[in-house]
């Protein structure tokens, strides 16, 4: 048995191009997409399977019933592990009340030592997401942050912007991606603990949204991870808190309103 996760959608867009390409042409563009997706075999990949079965049952799909009498699923999965790596799966479901996903996310930031390195297409942090990685930054971890230069939702990216400040004011660094559209949703926290999925590091993920995460616990994943990393870092355009404090007041206070709404971004 074989399970994905990850930003990656299934759609006539993903087959072509992004809406920046098709925007800018592809001579100003070093990619189209950036985004990651992985693969799971071994036990945790039956985890996929219950949760696509109690999503297609929550959506009232046809033989929805003999789905969930239905485990002949279940017989063809072996229990044995498919590898060395410790994996979870955690998927959130809206209007539910679950915070898991939320909880080992914050917890895993609060609990940083090292390094916290993210890649998020959708940055609309809550505030206690926000003081956890100011306060990480604060007390000495490297906390740094691979958003987008432009997306899809200028309400959402505006929203997000108007926190880069404290942000930055708090030693965190902020790279934004301009050569690619910016889908990938993934966090390496010291090097060993990394999760990729569908949720992004806003509101409506936690909140509003189905989503899907792994978690992966180990020294190899992690430095993959952290290669991808590096390699959108590189890619990526450093911003100053110089440069960031003398942006016009106009764009200040796009971001601003545009934070007045963020509980539903």
Known sequence: LLAFTGGINVSRVYSSASPAWRHRGAGGMADGWRDTHVRIEGPAAAQFVDLFRDTWQ?????????????????????TEPAGERLVSVIGSVAGANSDR??????????????????TMAYFVPDPQTLDALAEAALRGVEVVLVLPGYGDSLLALRAGQSHYSRLLDAGVRIFEM???????????????????GSANLDWRSFLHNDELNVIVLGEDFGTRMEALFAADVARSRQLSPQEWSGRGVARQWMERFSRLWEYWL
């Open 58 to 78: 929550r959506q009232h799909c046809p033989d929805a019933e003999r789905l969930a009498r239905s485990g002949q699923h279940h017989g063809a999965i072996s």
């Open 178 to 196: 301009h050569d690619a559209f910016l889908h990938a949703k993934t966090v390496v926290i010291d090097g060993v603990w990394s999760t990729v």
């Open 101 to 118: 996903l939320y909880r080992t996310l914050l917890g895993a930031i609060v609990g940083a030592t090292d390094s916290i390195h993210i």
